[in-house]
């Protein structure tokens, strides 16, 4: 592409009262050598026509200095065929000045500071649109649009009807001989509307019928998924009768290590065959995305020796309950115990959740239908019924027959025919014991994607997806921004393996997997992105020439998007990858780059800030920040006009992971002061839309410091701090805060080297 170059500086919104137009016009014609307009409003009907005005006199490449990136994106979309590039003027220097305090003197060089960087972002904006190249999107040869859906229970089968309803092609997947899961033993539904009393029918049979009765679903039952290799849109599925094992079954859980070396042969394989696993099965079938909707299994109560499960058999869980409801055996006397109890304990069973608590109300209202004297006990530490569900334990209070108390249960005995409860702390204040016909413990709903392979992935990583730990194995990447989306790109999952729900939830959750699903399918189809990049045309490019096989890429990568050869090569697989360019960040040869984000890129956006020698009012700090919550975190602190250190210069990252440390140690070679790294949260309240980017980055600045060490420069020059989008007024305190620590230590001595 032969680059012609226009910039266009906008002077409303208080810019162009704040800043000397005509002086930043001019370094952008005389140092950047770029042809420059100024308009009062760029966003106006008047603005967009002075460019498309020059883009139709052959204008390709626009830099805009004007307000955030991250608004008026319509105003500035010229065209995928153009090259436009925003200085954010706004928000992060106009927005940003420090206000003197009431009663003191503005600062004699304000004006001055504020246009120095004003200037240096104006420097970046146009070293970035010389460095940037127009991306071509990744085409795969043949794609399939075909949906697979792994589970026939109501949330597979609420998936398949509806991208089926939207006109794809699904085969739906159950292992069992017959549809309808754990819900083809259900009874009775929650209520889903006013007045919120009344149990409803079981939707599962239509739905059932729904499925089996359309003709773009092709269902398999008895059968399992083997395994899924290939990536979005040239998924390769094999598949296998349920129980059986084949060639194509997931290996036994093994190390990065030991995958490795039995690649190499130099470790004796302890499964099927590793190698046979990996390589191709030539009866796959195609499909270009997965919705897992596997459900969930009942928690084990058995370790729970007090309570008697699997020694009394009048002991029994909700799961087993409800099935023996539907069957019309509901006994006249029921004790339903929610948690283990025991002496100061008031936890609950594990996995156990609003459903469960839902389930226990449920069932005593079986006890109080089908026998005219039932008597229900249920003994709680926590009851939650969110929602206008809380209109439905309010009824559940008022029935006669249920008796609801806080209790800790200590002894579950047999009593003759019965069955004792004994239950001390009670709600009452006295200490219980119940001689009932039956217990029945409330079992949690644990996902089926923990500590298995439900998903047979013929991944580098591993054939599971479920190597985050922190949400006890379900299956998500960024649960509140994202939800559906696991790790693994094009594997969405819906229902009990993502969290615990009522069908009506479940319902709901399905939906959006089948939504997600189909939106990857139609990103593959033009080559973009899914989220959170969602319709980003790049994608890394490996300069394998000087490829070292270190394997760094293949094992940082959050989303497995990279394979390799026996010899450590990694072998890109696109449609799975995010754009987060963590793989990027990862590459001590910098060799991995993209069109509109590379280390050369970044390198000379970092080389084109000015850096003043020998003025310690002029230092400089720069701060890489992550697009996702730091950067719109940075723009709402502008909005409420939270006051910057001038010495500060933000550059947007994809992700902190993305951050080579060739930048660092370059800033600091310049003359740069200090550095920070500015992103999302992880550990236990995570938040990295990339899963693993925040804690990576981290992790590389501890290295770095230690190399600053070894050059007489203190390790305080570098930081790293996690933030969240609503971390707004945190910001300024922040980064203010790490520039008064570098001040205090001094100009960096490679300054003017």
Known sequence: MDKKYCTYLCSGCGIGDALDMEALAEIVTGEMSMECKTADCLCSADGRALIEQDIAGGVNTVVIGACSPRVMQNEFDFGDDKITVRANLREQVVWTQVKPAEGEEPHAEAAEFLMETAGDYMRMACTRAKKTALPEPYMLETMSKKILVMGGGIAGLTAAKEAAAAGYEVTLVEKEGTLGGKAADWRKSFPTRSPWSELEENPVADLIGAVEGNAKITVKTSTEVARIAGAPGAFRVSLKAAGSKTEWDAPDKLTVEEREQIEKGELEDPNTGLKDYMAED????????????????????????????????????????EKMAKEGKVPANVAFIQSPGGKDNDKDFPYCNSVTSMVALKQAQYVCEDNAEGKAYILYQHMRTPGSQELYYKSAQQTDGIFLTKAAVTKVEENGGKVRVTAEDTLLGDNLELDVDMVVLAAGMVPTTKDNDTVNLAYRQGPAFSDLDLFDGYADSHFICFPYETRRTGVYTCGGVRKAETIEETTDDATGAALKAIQCLESVDRGVSVHPRSGDKTWPDFFMQRCTQCKRCTEECPFGALDDDAKGTPLPNNTRCRRCGTCMGSCPERIIGFKDYNIDLIGSMIKSVEVPEDDDDRLRVLIFVCENDAYP??????????????????????????????????????GMDGAMLLGCTYGDNYQCHFVKGSEIANKRMENIGDTLSTLGLESERCAAEQVAITDYDKIPQIVNDFVDEIVEMGPNPFKGF
Not at 289 to 303: K, R, Y
Not at 636 to 658: D, E, Q, T
């Open 282 to 321: 030539p009866d796959a079938e195609m499909h270009g995305a997965v919705v897992v909707a596997t459900g969930w299994v009942p928690a084990d109560v058995s370790e729970y020796k007090h309570l008697g499960y699997g020694a009394i058999d009048k002991v029994v869980t909700n799961v087993e309950f």
């Open 633 to 670: 975190a940075l723009d709402m602190a502008g909005m409420k006009r939270n006051g910057i250190n001038h010495m500060i210069r933000f550059i947007p990252v994809r992700c902190l992971g993305s951050v080579n440390m060739a930048w660092i140690r370059d800033a600091l070679s310049a």
